[in-house]
């Protein structure tokens, strides 16, 4: 009972915390706006160019920003607990090269005449349907599916840069977002796709969330607790891989969330349960921070927000690395 | 009550009359269709660098211009035209800053012809956006992109004065050289860690050459589309052994690309380069500029070069 | 026994004279029109100035940095799979690539030109990327957790290729140039940066002579090698400071080219078994056999022009990986 109160009080924490990051988020820019005119401006009144502001710039765009990072933390959280390794997040075992691989192809018009979110989303499933290819036969150990993950990415990777080698600056320009991972103007349909798949996926999430908790501990362990492994290990990494896909089909490769939202949600939360809410939530407050701070630091200029949680990611990444390693995930 | 305001309508459609008299209401075949703009737009925001010169070039200093690359600011080449207001910066060629452009509050929008569909919603609901129809490269493409923005201006007449200030200045410049004796084969090249890049025929320079009475080749290693060739293996390095050898480089100092290049001693074999017509350019100018101003600067450049 | 060692005498033989072969062939095929006949005409001692042009001016010196690079690093990625007894230690997983380009992002948007940009600054941060990364996963630490190391490294990768791309949203002109640098290739080095480069390298080569039998005590285990008189400690950081020289000239030479260290070592000790001395044996010939390959594919795939060498090796070495990860265990060193 009490480990349920501490999850329900850290989940409305977070909650709150990201509708005022998402208050926030609507209020600040190129345009500012005081606070109290975001409000009516998001229920179409005030100034037409506030409205504008509000509803058609930036409100899809934290819609983005929630939804991304959610999602690629949710993925984080999944894989994690599933390799018994903090630092086994989606973007580092190769999917995001995929589906940058893929992106910028379409950019760099390879032939294909599929757009860039579309792409995307073919190379991340492509990226995973490989690496699930390759370590198959050679049992289902998390570290193997990393390893092989990771292989995968390098090749993904080396491809990218030869093809922006290969093209002008002014193409390798459109391309970048696609390197980088940006929320600048992203595609509706693609959205709303991952809105869908976000949706499942948590359902999918609280489904295996009790089995989950059990897989952290040895295989023999959870055995017998009356866990089918394998079979719960292939769920939890498929689920974990749609989901990267689909987020990355908006927003590009920002595979530092699926480490930095699951690390907040873990210090937040009791050790004793995976923390899969929490971590939803805190992605999504991570990604919307993150994009605030790219937008807002520099301007004019936009930092994408891959590149800023990577640089809030680099030194907490460091630290895990520097402490002493520990069993358990 | 009623008459007047019949009389405030009769005043209106006289106006507006007026004023469609003198600016009729225009529309442009872009990219993403036919925008139709009106009037002669003040609040101009620019997001390409050909956009910017041409511009210039008809005389409106737009409010709003992106960066062009090795520089947080506008191109070297510009400066020169820029009066004491500056346009304000909205980020990067790579990404947009959509705000910073509604900020300005434009009432015209050129943007570069890659601009990509989500990018143009969001624009065009800001302000017409003017996206020049993509189309293979060809020397001859800034002049249809100048027409284009300077039609979105209303200045017609400016840019074509521009335009042909530029083939007359190309003009006088081709009987100087052939009167010095200067002519043939041109290469333009890009000299990277592993070998050159050629540049393509087809880039806006490379026309520029041309005008001149330069033969600019690319020894067929750039396909239709390409910008560049890839990197040329040192072997096939004679591909590239004309008359003239114009070797572009992104530093402000040419001659120190030239030092690097002659390092390599499948480089200091070439003929030209033992006659010593290699040129340094300016890479940025050379190679992504575009329009009217950046024309006169680089046949200031072929200029000072070619002409003893 | 002495039956495996015959056999690995034909081995070595063998190995030694394809070595042999594939350098020639080295010499003799090429992107240009300086054809295998020609070029075979050159070597009996023909007058053709522009053929023994490209045969000696061109296609010798890479073909010698070929080997030189393929050796150094073979014997890398061997010593360090030892020290770290894990299999999946390679130099170009740990950080490498990613630290030799962000070095070299760091000087271009500091104002050098990629024309003109000493190589050794890519040395330098290959360096300090290699070295990151094993000290902060502690060297001493990952025995236990192979999959520890390669993981860190691919995050210290995404770390620095991120703070690459902020450097690159500023500076067009960098952005344009490092597209050409982060990719290894042989093509246009000199012999000068070979002769730069061999001094660190033979003091390195002597070290790991030096090093073999402490190292191979080792493999038996802490207790055992303190047994025998040597210092596990002290092995280590000699070993990591050979790994740092080795792989960084072979990054200054040919810009950063990975998987070299993760196949060649996983070929020698295919056929070297588990001693130590005798993998690194191997390495000699195995890792310039890679390099050359790869090098020659490059040369003629996309004829008149060149296929950087590092998407090559990327090509490769990536079925290696997999396999080695798919075997039921992963072999402990």
């Excluded at chain 3, 080219?257 to 001395?277: E, H, N, Q, S, Y």
């Excluded at chain 3, 020659?296 to 022009?305: G, K, L, N």
């Amino acid at each position: 009972m009490l480990i349920e109160q501490r999850a329900l009080v850290v989940s409305t924490g977070l909650c709150v915390a990201l509708l005022c990051a998402g208050v926030l988020y609507l209020s600040l820019g190129s345009m500012a706006l005081p606070v109290s005119a975001v409000l009516p401006a998001l229920f179409g009144r005030g100034e037409m160019i506030s409205v504008f502001t509000v509803q058609e710039l930036r409100l899809p765009r934290l819609v983005a920003a929630c939804l991304t990072g959610a999602a690629f933390a949710l993925a984080g959280v999944l894989m994690q607990t599933l390799a018994r390794n903090r630092l086994a997040t989606p973007g580092i075992i190769g999917i995001d090269n995929g589906a940058t691989a893929f992106a910028v192809a379409s950019v760099v018009g390879m032939g294909v005449s599929l757009t860039p979110p579309a792409m995307a989303l073919a190379g991340a499933a492509t990226a995973a349907a490989l690496t699930f290819g390759l370590v198959a036969g050679g049992g289902t150990q998390g570290y193997r599916f990393i390893v092989a993950g990771i292989g995968v990415g390098a090749v993904f990777g080396a491809v990218t840069q030869l093809m922006l080698a290969r093209v002008a600056i002014d193409t390798a320009n459109a391309a970048y977002p696609w390197t980088v991972g940006s929320l600048n103007a992203r595609p509706g349909d693609a959205v709303g796709l991952l809105a869908v798949g976000l949706g499942a996926g948590v359902i999918a999430a609280c489904v295996v969330a009790r089995p989950l908790s059990l897989m952290r501990f040895k295989d023999a362990t959870a055995y017998g607790l009356g866990v089918n492994v394998k079979a719960r290990r292939f769920q939890v990494l498929m689920l974990s891989v749609v989901l990267t896909a689909l987020a990355v089909a908006v927003a590009g490769p920002v595979g530092m969330v699926g480490l930095i939202g699951p690390e907040i949600a873990r210090s937040l939360s009791s050790s004793r349960q995976v923390p899969l809410l929490a971590s939803t939530l805190a992605g999504a407050l991570v990604m919307v921070l993150a994009d605030l701070a790219g937008r807002t630091l520099l301007a004019p200029i936009e930092i994408p927000v891959g590149i800023v949680t990577a640089v809030i990611g680099g030194p907490w990444l460091l630290w895990i690395l520097m402490r002493p390693q520990r069993s358990h995930a | 009550m009623g008459a007047a305001a019949l009389r405030n309508g009769m005043v209106g459609l006289l106006l507006s009359g007026l004023l469609v008299s003198a600016a009729q209401a225009r529309t442009l075949d872009t990219a993403f269709g036919e925008v139709d703009v009106t009037g002669t737009p003040e609040h101009v925001v620019t997001l390409y660098e050909g956009a910017l010169d041409a511009s210039l070039a008809a005389g409106v200093t737009p409010l709003g211009a992106v960066t062009t690359r090795g520089g947080d600011n506008v191109a070297e080449y510009v400066e020169a035209h820029l009066g004491d207001e500056r346009p304000a910066i909205m980020g990067v060629v790579r990404e947009i800053n959509i705000e910073a452009v509604l900020e300005q509050r434009p009432d015209l929008i050129l943007a570069p012809a890659r601009l990509t569909e989500e990018q143009y919603q969001l624009l065009s609901r800001i302000a017409p956006t003017v996206v020049p129809p993509t189309q293979p490269i060809a020397p001859d493409n800034w002049k249809a992109e100048a027409r284009l923005y300077g039609n979105a201006l209303n200045r017609q007449d400016a840019i074509e004065d521009a335009i042909s200030a530029v083939d007359q200045r190309a003009a006088e410049l081709a009987s100087a050289l052939e009167n010095a004796g200067v002519g043939g084969r041109a290469f333009v090249v890009r000299w990277m860690p592993g070998g050159p890049m050629v540049m393509s025929k087809n880039l806006f320079a490379a026309g520029l050459l041309d005008q001149v009475g330069l033969t600019v080749e690319d020894a067929g290693l750039v396909g239709e589309r390409g910008v560049h060739s890839d990197v040329l293996s040192l072997e096939n390095l004679s591909r590239v052994d004309g008359d003239w050898l114009f070797l572009a480089t992104l530093n402000k100092d040419g001659r120190e690309a030239l030092e690097a290049a002659k390092q390599s001693s499948a480089f200091t074999r070439l003929d030209v380069v033992q006659r010593d017509q290699v040129v340094p350019v300016n890479g940025q100018l050379w190679s992504s500029a575009n329009g009217p101003l950046a024309a006169q600067a680089i046949l200031d450049d072929i200029e000072a070069a070619l002409l003893p | 026994m002495p039956l495996r060692v015959a056999r690995q005498r034909t081995q070595m033989t063998l190995l030694l004279t394809a070595l042999v072969a594939v350098s020639l062939v080295s010499l003799l095929i090429g992107a240009g029109e300086t054809g295998p006949l020609r070029a075979l005409a050159v070597l009996a001692g023909s007058q053709d100035s522009d053929a023994s042009f490209v045969v000696w001016q061109l296609r010798a010196p890479r073909t010698l940095i070929g080997i030189v690079v393929g050796m150094a690093l073979g014997v890398a990625g061997a010593l360090l799979q030892a020290v770290s007894r894990n299999p999946l230690a390679e130099p170009g997983l740990l950080g490498v690539s990613a630290g030799a380009a962000f070095a070299v992002a760091l000087t271009l948007v500091m104002g050098a030109s990629a024309a003109t940009l000493r190589i050794s600054v890519a040395q330098l941060g290959a360096l300090v990327g290699c070295l990151c990364v094993l000290s902060v996963t502690r060297v001493r630490g990952v025995g236990s957790d192979p999959v520890r190391l390669v993981l860190a490294g691919a995050a210290f990768s995404g770390l620095l290729s991120s703070l690459t791309s902020l450097m690159l949203l500023y500076d067009q002109r960098a952005a344009d140039e490092i597209r050409f640098w982060v990719i290894g290739s042989l093509s246009g080095r000199r012999l000068d940066d070979l002769a730069a480069m061999l001094p660190s390298m033979l003091v390195a080569a002597v070290a790991v002579v030096l090093m073999a039998r402490p190292l191979a005590a080792l493999a038996l285990g802490e207790r055992a090698a303190s047994g025998l008189g040597h210092h596990p400690g002290l092995i280590r950081w000699c070993v990591v400071a050979c790994v740092a020289l080795l792989v960084g000239g072979a990054t200054a030479m040919a810009g950063p080219i990975a998987f070299v260290g993760l196949v060649v070592p996983f070929a020698a000790r295919a056929m070297a078994g588990p001693d130590i001395r005798r993998t690194l044996w191997f390495c000699l010939p195995i890792g310039p056999l890679m390099v050359l390959a790869a090098d020659m594919i490059a040369r003629v795939a996309v004829a008149p022009s060149e296929l950087p060498i590092g998407v090559l090796t990327a090509l490769c070495g990536a079925p290696v990986l997999v396999s080695v990860v798919r075997a039921r265990r992963l072999p402990s060193l």
